[in-house]
């Protein structure tokens, strides 16, 4: 089955291994707000991660929560309506910023195999996101391609449609 739609690219984002780890700023915010007036201090704790979530550049949980992030993570030129433009985009990544060793051996996937995935998940209309730990395993980058519409989660708006 081949899919309709297109592709958003996010990222990369480097960072720690500890920011990464911090997973209540990756998380959407419950859909009930506390209330302002009987508990400000909730509704306060409610409002910075909202704001973190939808602004921090942190990669969500989810991949495709990627999609409710502010517009400033949605750029027009990390869109793409053939999926073999997206996983051109992943390889130049990942030859930017390869993974580190292990005891002197790729501590991941090979590459080909990687790409041969992406290639498989994104025409079945799979999001893809490649993590792995760079050289010294203190740092990590994390970059996604996300389908639109999206399968997973049919009820998300495209942010910045393709056009």
């Known amino acids: 089955m081949v899919r309709r739609g297109h592709f958003h690219g996010y990222g990369p984002w480097i960072g720690s291994s500890k920011r990464y780890a911090q ?6 915010v419950h ?12 509704y306060a704790r409610y409002t910075d991660a ?3 979530f939808q602004n921090g550049d942190l990669p969500p949980m989810t991949t495709a929560h990627w999609l409710l992030k502010t517009r400033s993570f949605h750029r027009s030129d990390q869109m793409w309506a053939d999926p073999e433009e ?3 985009w ?3 990544i990942y030859t930017e910023n390869p993974p580190g060793e292990v005891g ?8 080909e ?11 079945l209309g799979q999001d893809v996101s490649w993590v792995y730990y760079l050289a010294g395993a203190e740092r990590m980058v994390s970059y996604s391609v996300v389908c639109c519409p999206n399968h997973s989660h049919p009820e998300l708006a495209c942010p910045l449609p393709l056009g």
């Not at 859909?31 to 302002?36: A, F, K, L, N, S």
């Open 50 to 52: 909202k704001n973190e």
């Open 86 to 88: 997206a996983v051109i």
């Open 23 to 28: 997973e209540h700023n990756r998380r959407p």
């Open 90 to 92: 992943l390889k130049g």
């Open 113 to 123: 195999s990687k790409i041969t995935h992406a290639r498989e998940s994104l025409g």
């Open 31 to 42: 859909e009930i707000v506390p209330d302002r007036e009987m508990d400000p201090k909730l």
């Open 104 to 111: 002197g051996k790729p501590g991941y996937l090979d590459l």
